[in-house]
């Protein structure tokens, strides 16, 4: 299984970035969006399931969009409105359809400028 990750970079606060997560290897039933900032835990951003039901962290709601296309097997995070806090490491996570099928990207830096 292999989660392409591209999109990341510096950016100044308000500003713009989308993510993409290219899947291939695996069937999913969900993909997401995780962060870790520095010196904090791995937290959820978004996630959206393969029929385009979306959850998202309270912190992002209102200025962070997923979606996911289904023929291109890609997740996309659409960041606006950005803020320092956002500052953090990205990963992008595939589910399958058993619990071992759990998935990470590399990762991908983003950082927001105050």
């Known amino acids: 299984v292999q989660l392409v990750e591209s999109g990341g970079g510096l950016v100044q606060s308000g500003g713009s970035l989308r993510l993409s997560c290219a899947a291939s290897?695996?069937?999913?039933?969900?993909m997401g969006w995780y962060r870790q900032g520095p010196g904090k835990e791995r937290e959820l951003v978004a996630a959206?399931?393969?029929?385009?039901?979306?959850n998202y962290a309270d912190s992002v709601k209102g200025r962070f969009t997923i979606t996911v296309d289904n023929t291109e097997n890609t997740v996309y995070l659409q960041m606006n409105s950005l803020k320092p806090e956002d500052t953090a490491v990205y990963y992008c996570?595939?589910?399958?359809?058993?619990?071992?099928?759990?998935?990470w990207g590399q990762g991908t830096q983003v950082t927001v400028s105050s």
């Open positions: 959206i399931t393969r029929r385009g039901a979306a």
């Open positions: 290897g695996s069937p999913y039933s969900a």
């Open positions: 996570n595939l589910k399958g359809f058993t619990v071992e099928a759990d998935y």
